[in-house]
Nanobody, 118 residues
Framework: QVQLVESGGGLVQAGGSLRLSCAAS????????MVWYHQAPGKQRELVAS???????NYADSVKGRFTISRDTAKNTVYLQMSSLKPEDTGVYYC????????????WGQGTQVTVSS
């Protein structure tokens, strides 16, 4: 299995910044992609940003230019730097390990709450 532990959420004013962390229990090179999802209150979970095992990144249009996904391969940790936060960024952010090479399964973290006040 792959265990994921997120941290870094909190309460921030609009325009502020937060950095989320996701620490994986396995080498992130053994995972197809590490992905951040956002679930706003009452809405479905949506992809925010992803980074593949080779380092390629992808972003949702709504966060391009504001959020940056990065990784520390020595720590098996992925980060989501969020800037220019908006109230609509409020919600739970989940880290996902997309397709671990050993099982082919996806794994999820417990989520971290981000609240952006206007």
């Amino acid at each position: 299995q792959v265990q994921l532990v997120e941290s870094g959420g909190g309460l921030v004013q609009a325009g502020g910044s937060l950095r989320l962390s996701c620490a994986a229990s396995r080498s992130i090179f053994s995972i197809n992609a590490m992905v951040w999802y956002h679930q706003a209150p009452g809405k479905q979970r949506e992809l925010v940003a992803s980074i593949t095992s080779t380092g390629s990144t992808n972003y949702a249009d709504s966060v391009k230019g504001r959020f940056t996904i990065s990784r520390d391969t020595a720590k098996n940790t992925v980060y989501l730097q969020m800037s220019s936060l908006k109230p609509e960024d409020t919600g739970v952010y989940y880290c996902n390990a997309n397709r671990w090479i050993v099982t082919g399964a996806d794994y999820w973290g417990q989520g971290t709450q981000v609240t952006v006040s206007s």
